[in-house]
């Protein structure tokens, strides 16, 4: 902030304790420090709600990436399964190379779709611990607000 040495407040001191007289100057001082104290309310409001906005703005973000990797992965899922089902359909004649290659592919696919749900499950309990947390930092600045509000 500002850099102001103690002979500088001293200096305002003698000052102010010249212009405003000993009657006034008691008062002076409380009015500049109500000042001072709801001007650096007003300021850390302001940084909280920056800072909320950007965790915000972070959080949609990353929402939005697992948002793309998990329509990646259901695409790629979904094209292993119409592969399947375009492929000519099982009968008698058909050899055992080709079920097996089908049965490789059905379970490529299971695979795929396993991973897809797995990264929802973790995004969704990372995403809820967040907001836990989230709103116990709040719930801790709101005690110390009204801490210092009674005090």
Known sequence: MLDIGFLELMLIGIVALLVLGPERLPK??????????????TVSGM???ISAQLEAEELRQKLNEQ??????SLKKAKQDVESIADAPSAN?????AAKQATEQRVSNASARL?????????DTEATDLHKADVKEADLKK??????SNHQ
């Open 28 to 41: 002076a001082a409380r009015t500049a420090g109500m000042w001072i104290g709801k001007i650096k309310r």
């Open 47 to 49: 940084q909280r709600e």
């Open 67 to 72: 948002q793309k990797k998990l329509d990646d």
């Open 92 to 96: 008698s004649s058909t050899s055992a």
């Open 114 to 122: 396993d991973e897809a749900l797995q990264m929802v499950r973790e």
């Open 142 to 147: 709101a005690d110390v607000k009204k801490d």
